[in-house]
Structures are given as C-alpha cells and as structure tokens.
C-alpha cells in the first residue's frame, strides 16, 4: 500500500507564476489535508477537503489560493501569482475518516516551493 | 483557538540517556494527540497517536501520554541513539483540523 505521494517534490516559480501541487492520498482515504511550513516555523493548516468537497479552508490566504479534490485523481493545491514569501514547504496528509473520528494523519514528503 | 507548545525548543544529550519532550496545548477538547518525527528537509513520520480517552500508548523505545484535562502530553525516548536526532512535533486534533507546536530539535551526541 503506497504512501502519500506529492509531487514534484521541488518546484521553482519566478514571480507571477502559477504553482501547482499535487496529493495523491493512500489508497483508500477519501479526506485530504494541506499545510505549510514556512521556514523556522511550524506547520499551519490550509485547508482540508473530502472528495469534491471543502470541507474547512479557514487556513487558506483568501487570494491566489485554491484547492480541490476531483472525484478522480489527485487534489491539487493551486497558487497564482506567486510571491517570494509563497516560498515554503507544502505537505499533504490523508487519512481514511474525518478528523472528529480520531484517525491517524499519514504525511506526503511535501513539494518544496521555491519562488524566485 | 487552540495554541501548541512545545518545550524545550532544543535538546542534545549524549548517547544513551533517556528523555522526555514536553507538549502542552490550551484547549481540551481534542480527539486525540499525534506525535511526529521530522528530519531535515524532509516529510513526517507518525511516531505514535493517542485518543483523547487513551493516557498513554508504546511503541519500541517510545512512550508517549496524555494527560487531556491538564492539556499536556509528554514523549519519552529510552536508551537514546544518534538516529533519533531529528525534530520532534506533536499536534492535536481538535475536530477540523490539526494544531502542531514548533517541535523540539533533538540531538544525540554518540
């Protein structure tokens, strides 16, 4: 049973770019969640999703930043216009039930941003 | 809103000893408690998740507990080794989401 993938594990964006990440979650976990870790600080929580749904995105900075979770494929955390301070590590967690069943979080190795 | 603390920031102890990382959160009402290794540029692994009615689960040379009404958990490393240098963090459920403290940067010195 594959782990969470991400991918591309490094992307490089000049700014005013699009930036694309994408999460495929372990098989059989339907809910999604993104975070990022800005350099010297801890992880903060973007937005967690359930196939086609949003289901919290009170993480999420309300401009540039989207996501979804496609009933097929991947989610995919979307950054228009990139700015320096963009630059960071995004990580993506699964887990096969939502978080007030008390499950585990599994994590992805993140895709590190890097926005010049 | 829910704040994670954890203490100390940073630890280096020698190859052997045993140790306890700190983690300390505002609000109790959680779903359970998930602690997490992290090596450099690296992602996270789950070392060990605690449900809110748990006080402690065990794996290997690790030992974490929960104590939910005073909002602390603590993780004990026995017998430390340099492959547990790394970065330790803990985060809490609390329905919607995870809270992550900073983490402890531990160091093992052989």
């Known amino acids: 049973n594959a782990g969470v993938m991400q991918n591309p594990r490094h992307l490089v964006r000049r700014r005013g770019q699009e930036a694309r990440l994408r999460c495929s979650p372990m098989k059989g976990h339907s809910h999604v969640y993104w975070y990022r870790q800005l350099p010297e600080e801890g992880l903060k929580f973007m937005v967690y999703?359930?196939?086609?749904?949003?289901?919290?995105e009170s993480g999420m900075p309300k401009e540039r930043f989207s996501a979804e979770f496609p009933k097929e494929g991947p989610s995919i955390l979307r950054i228009q216009q990139v700015v320096r301070g963009d630059s960071a590590a995004y990580f993506c967690?699964?887990?096969?039930?939502?978080?007030?069943?008390?499950?585990?979080?599994?994590f992805g190795p993140g895709t590190r941003l890097t926005v010049l | 809103k829910q704040e994670v603390t954890q203490i100390p920031a940073a630890l280096s102890v020698p190859e052997g000893e045993n140790l306890v990382l700190n983690c300390s959160f505002t609000d109790s009402a959680i779903y359970n408690l998930q602690w997490f290794r992290q090596d450099p540029g690296k992602g996270l692994t789950s070392l060990l998740l605690?449900?809110?009615?748990?006080r402690e689960q065990t794996s290997g040379r690790l030992n974490a507990s929960l104590d939910k009404s005073s909002g602390r958990s603590t993780l004990y490393i026995a017998a430390s080794q340099p492959g547990d240098s790394a970065t330790y963090l803990c985060a809490v459920n609390a329905g919607n989401q995870f809270y992550f403290g900073t983490g402890t940067s531990l160091t093992v010195i052989p």
């Open positions: 967690a699964s887990s096969p039930t939502g978080l007030a069943g008390g499950p585990e979080q599994f």
């Open positions: 605690i449900q809110s009615s748990q």
């Open positions: 999703l359930q196939k086609e749904n949003i289901i919290d």
